[in-house]
Nanobody, 125 residues
């Protein structure tokens, strides 16, 4: 069974950090680009970050650049999103998604093949 499972969300104060994890089962992420998306209530889904499977090139939305870091562990079949200096505006449900071929990152969510169920991130004092 092909599955992506996110974890690591929660409630954090402004300025705090969280690390989201995306675990794949039933397939290997080796051939896939993996993206992180988020959606806040009443807003459209936003592409946050992506990492390719070729040269490890990455993409970050301007709203998170310099604060978020995406990485992948091929041995564990996982992708991570380190989120630092969190702001209330980062509050959303966060989803990981995988697409093949994985040599190029896209922020168009329609181009992704597999999705996780999401994990909630709430930034509030």
């Amino acid at each position: 069974q092909v599955q992506l499972v996110e974890s690591g969300g929660g409630l954090v104060q402004p300025g705090g950090s969280l690390r989201l994890s995306c675990a794949a089962s039933g397939f290997t992420l080796d051939y896939y680009a993996v993206g992180w998306f988020r959606q806040a209530p009443g807003k459209e889904r936003e592409g946050v970050s992506c990492i390719s499977n070729s040269d490890g090139s990455t993409y970050y939305a301007s709203s998170v650049k310099g604060r978020f870091t995406i990485s992948r562990d091929y041995a564990k079949n996982m992708v991570y999103l380190q989120m630092d200096s969190l702001k209330p505006g980062d509050t959303a449900a966060y989803y990981c998604a995988a697409r093949r071929p994985g040599d190029v990152c896209y922020v168009n969510s329609d181009l992704y093949d597999y999705w996780g169920q999401g994990t909630q991130v709430t930034v509030s004092s």
